[in-house]
Every structure is written in structure tokens, then in C-alpha cells.
């Protein structure tokens, strides 16, 4: 049992059962009635003499902080990252130097445009953010899920934001770039269409945080122990492969459940599952650096892994969901300028902007300068300085002496460790003070048409829908043909494509290039999603649409084989409280159907029995349920049953190789079909 400590001049008291429970008031006084308020009667007004009451209403009105001004909706888990390569030739960073050694991490997802409380699968950036909590000091790789950026200089960031978030005047829209005054900036700033490549493709909507890609976008420099420097960019790879939904789906999962890519992280967290990554680095010199197309500087652009390999060096383990989300996800504050010995800075004017805004914005969100002293903050490995007092001082430090240099000895507090400490690499820096924007930044559609011609045509059709359907929301045709003018830079094919798509047959004059002439790259496979999806069905989650008397030994063949792929299966059925299968046993349902349409799996099966299969056929979700699933290109199990719901919604004369007709002998071969993605070539059928 916990003692009481009463400090200085009382002696610890030993606290009764009765108290351990007791709820008390923030300033430990038991609490007798939570219920009622004090008042002159027992309808007589309260009484201002009430500070139980006036204590709990005020911690209430102040429990909120301000959002993240970006990124404010995201969802954060512990985990840690291994080392499987040693790289001292490259970095003296001691995250590195020792193989198979664990640090533990916080890794936080989110959406950039929307508020807290703004849909998950909105068309968006996710950023990836992981701070490392090492032995010399917390490292935070701050990322997206895409690798390059829509603008060269940070003094354009607050432009830009504004630009994507809701208008001023109205506060709409939310969560979402297809709007007038996004494609305006956008297309005022030929450095961002490169970005908007990415953006409109399938990476913006990706299925969950587990199936995407982290970067660390600008490049950054390894030190070694003799000083040495060579540039790095950063890749987190994820195991589970990459993976996106379509933007159709996207639009009904954000309304069926806003929450599907937090849910499916905890999911997956809570059922044992972890998510993995591996750390990736490009490593290049100045020599590279002097002949690459592209300004290494410029965050518009990035290098093929095609002219520098990923060379992996180590694996993140996300095993653990938060016990509390404020006081985890909600207060962790990463910064740019978080870096540890061996881990350097770059001149990158974006990323120069980002060091000042991190830990100016923290001060703002967590209410002054001793964020560092919240658990999730702070590092896990000794602190020592004379930094002090502020808000909420947490570690105030005994004795006399909070300066240095000094002369007290022993007492005198920490000194600095030349050996150990920060070196900042001595780079030369030279010029003329200016405000300018370099010319070797000046390429803004190179990259763009590359990015273009390495995507499948599956892909190549989903973007350009993502165009159409974004500027199809602008209401200013002037704004619709300023864009216009730049895909037809980028490629022929996407702007007619767009063209089309808009009715627009009028095409504008192409947008004059900044730099000319385009050049014409080649292809990288990794910019492909399709080219990089998973090869299994593991991790993923299969809606097994089940009524009464569906056969019972199909719908436990289908479960074992799904289970056995590492697969999720969720039971779904007209009634939550589950069907009876053939056998007369009662099969527990997860779903009833209304709450659980197929948007939020990644196929289905429909097993019912011949009498339900005629009342289903009738029923307006289970119609849906299976004409998405359709419309989103999933796979699909179905039985003989299942033939009058599927001539209902006009599916049983289009049956094609993404609908296979399942019996006890050939689930698992359904398995292996669900392994692909989904069966594209229904989409231009
Ligand atoms: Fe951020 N960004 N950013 N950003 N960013 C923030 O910091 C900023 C940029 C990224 O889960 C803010 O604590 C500027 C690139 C992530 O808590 C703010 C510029 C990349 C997160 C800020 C950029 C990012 C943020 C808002 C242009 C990918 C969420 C709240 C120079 C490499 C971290 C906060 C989390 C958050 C500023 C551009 C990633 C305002 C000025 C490029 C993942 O400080």
C-alpha cells in the first residue's frame, strides 16, 4: 500500500483501503458528493462558496489546447526502431553504431489540411513523424508519406496552408484541396506541380498508415567520428507493402467510419500485428550532388532510387497503442531541429524555415518552454543544464549554482564534453546577402513527367480522375485552365486526359517554363504504388457477409484460410446479434450490415443460404454492400445463394476473374486471387 509522504516535519502516514479509492479534488480533499453542487436549499441557488464544484468546472474549460495550426488530426503509437546495418563510416550518431541495439520511439500520423476532427481518409498529405529517443538525445525524423514538397522556401508555407484550408470568410471547405483558392496557389506556383502529381494519386488516399511510405523529404548530412560528411536522404519502407483505396471508396469510408485509419492502426497494434518499416538511406557526396540534374537542396524534387540505391540499415517496430491520447499523441512535439552528434543540417531553405516554426509553434501549443518536461517529450537519457523556471517547471534542480562557467567543483553542475557533444558540420558559406531564389531550383516539370510516365496505367487513370474531380470543384475557369496549362508541361497524355474529363476543349497555351527545356527522365518503378503492393493478403481484412443458414463448414473454411494468410476477417450479418450457419450453431456477428459497408474491407464473401439469399437480394445495404465492392474493383466470393442479390444490383452477367465462386474446396484459392490488390481491369470494362 502507498504511504502518504508529508515531507519536512511529519511522518508518512499509511493510507486505509477506504482512501486508496477515494476520488479526491485536484488538491487531494476526498470528495463526499460529485453529484450535486452546493446550494441554499434544495432549490436555492448555488453557492459560490462551492470549490469542489468551481474546481472541477474550471479544469473542464481549460482542458483543451490550441490544434496543431498543421497536422492537427493525427494518431500517434510507441514502438522501436533496430539497427540491422552499423554505419560509423558514415555517422558517429550512436543510434547507429551498434547492431541489433533497440531505442524505443513515438511515431505520430496524420492528415495535414483538416482540423482535429476531420476525416481520416481525406485527399491529403499524411505526415510521419518519428522521434527517436536515444541514448545522446532525442532525434525526430519529421516526414510525410511523400517525398517531396510543394514549395522551395519556407516563406511560402503560411501561403500555402492558407491556400489549402478553409476560406477565411466562410470556414469551409474542410479537409480537402478541391476548392478554388488551392488550385489558385497552386497554379500561381509552378514549383508545386510536381507535388500535385503525388497528391492526385493514390498515395493521398492510402488504405492505412501501415501501407504507405515515410520520407524524410530534404536532404540532410551524416558526420562521422572524423568528421567527415557525406548527404542522406531518409525512407521508411513499409513491410507491409504499399497499398491505397480509390477515391470513390475514400469518399464513402470517410462517412461510414471517420476514424478507419486510427481504428485499423489500433486494430491491428491491439490484435498483435505490428506494423513495420524499414529505415532506408540514400548516401551521396558532393560529387553526386555537383552532377544530378536537380539542386539537392530543393525539396521539389527527389533522387531516383534508380541513381542512388535505399540501402536499409534498420527496422521500426510500432508495438504498443498510447494509454492516453491526449497525453501522448495530442502533446508530443516534434521539431526539424531535434537532431543528435552525427545527424546534420542542411542549407535547404525549407527546411531552415522548419527549424524556427517547430519549436516556435510548441511554445504556443503547450503553453511555454518546458514542453520537454512531459513524459512523451522528454528524452530518456540523463538531462543536464541550467535551464529553469517558466511554466509548469517540472525538474527544478537543488543548490546554488545554475551558470557557467563557474568555480564550485564537484557542485558546480554539468560541464560541456567536447569529445561528446554537438559539433554542427563546418560547412563554407559564402555570398552576397539576398533575397532570391536559386536558379538551379528553376526545373519545375522534369520530375513531374518522370513521376508520370513510371506509374501503371491504372494509376496514370486515377490520377488524372484526381485532377478532374479537384478542379471540376473549382468554379473559376480561369483557375481550371491555369492548371490546365501546366499538366500540358508535364505530360500530353495527362492533359488531355484532364481536358476531357473537365470539357474542355478549347486548350489553353501551355504554362511558360521557368526553365526549359523539360527534360525527358526515365521511368523509376519505385514511384509506383501498384508496382510495390503487398504480395499477401496479411494484415488486411476480408467482410464475410454471412445470413442464417449459411453453410457452416464454408464459413469456418473461409475464416481458418484467411486467418492463416494473417489476415483480418470481420463476421458480418443482417442482425448484430449474428447468424444461425447450416449446423445450427450461432455465428457471432462483428457488423450488421447497415454499420459495416464493404468500403471498409478489402474483399468480402457472401455466404448465405438459398431462402435468405432471396430477402437479401431486396435489402438497400446489402445491395450497396455488394455493388461497391464491385464498383471499387474488390475481390469477390459468392455462392449460388448470392445469385438474386447479385442479379439485383446487375452484377451476375459481368462476372470476370475478380469474382470467383466459392465452395469448401476452393477458398483457398480465393486467398491467393486477393493477394493482388484488387482486379483493376474491372475498371475499364
Ligand atoms: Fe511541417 N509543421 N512545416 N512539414 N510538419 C508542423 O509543427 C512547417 C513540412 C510535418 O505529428 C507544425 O508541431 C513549415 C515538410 C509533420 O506533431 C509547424 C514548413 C514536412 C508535422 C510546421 C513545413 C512537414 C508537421 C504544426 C515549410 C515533411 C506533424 C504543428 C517550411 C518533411 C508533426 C507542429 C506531428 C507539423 C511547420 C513543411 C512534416 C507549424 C514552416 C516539408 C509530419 O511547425
Redesign the pocket.
Known sequence: MDKIDLGKGGEPRQQTEDRDETMTSAQGAPMADDQNSLKAGPRGPVLLEDHMMREKIFHFDHERIPE?????R?Y?VHGHFELTEAIPELSCADIFQRVGEKTPTFT???T?AGNKGSPDVARD?????TKFYTQEGNWDL???N?PV?F?Q??I???D??HSVKAAPDRGFPQAQSAHDNFWDFISLSPEAVHMTLWTMSDRAIPRSFRFMEG????TFRLVNAKGKSHYVKFHWKPRQGLQSVVWNEALKINGADPDFHRRDMWDAIDAGDYPRWDLGIQVFDDDFADQFEFDILD?TKLIPEEQVPVRIIGTLTLDANVDNFFAETEQ?????QNIVRGIDQTND??????N???L???IK?LGGPNFTHIPINAPKCPVRHFQQDGHMAMHNPKGRVNYEPNSWGAEGGPRENPKLGFESYPAEVEGVKQRVRSETFADHYSQARQFWISQTETEQRHIANGYTFELSKCQEERIRLRMLSHLMNVHDDLAAMVAKGLGVSDMPDPATPARAPITDLPPSDALSILKNGPDSFAGRKLGLYVSDGADAALVAALEDSFEKEGAMVAIVAPHIQGAKLSDGSMKAADEKIDGAPSVVFDAVALVFSQEEGKTLAADKPSQDFLSDAFAHAKFIAWTDAAKPLMKQVGVADKIDGGMIEIDKGNVDAFVTTCRKLRFWERETM
Do not use: E, M, W
Not at 498529405?125 to 513523424?129: M, S
Not at 531553405?349 to 522548419?354: M, S
Open positions: 496543431r495550426v498543421v497536422h492537427a493525427g500517434g505520430r500520423f496524420s495535414v498529405v499524411r505526415g510521419f513523424a519529421v516526414g510525410n511523400i514538397f514549395i522556401d519556407a511560402k508555407f503560411p500555402l496552408v520520407f524524410g523529404v530534404h525539396a508530443v512535439a516534434f521539431c526539424t531553405p525549407l527546411l531552415q524555415g522548419r524556427f516554426s517547430y516556435d509553434t510548441q501549443r
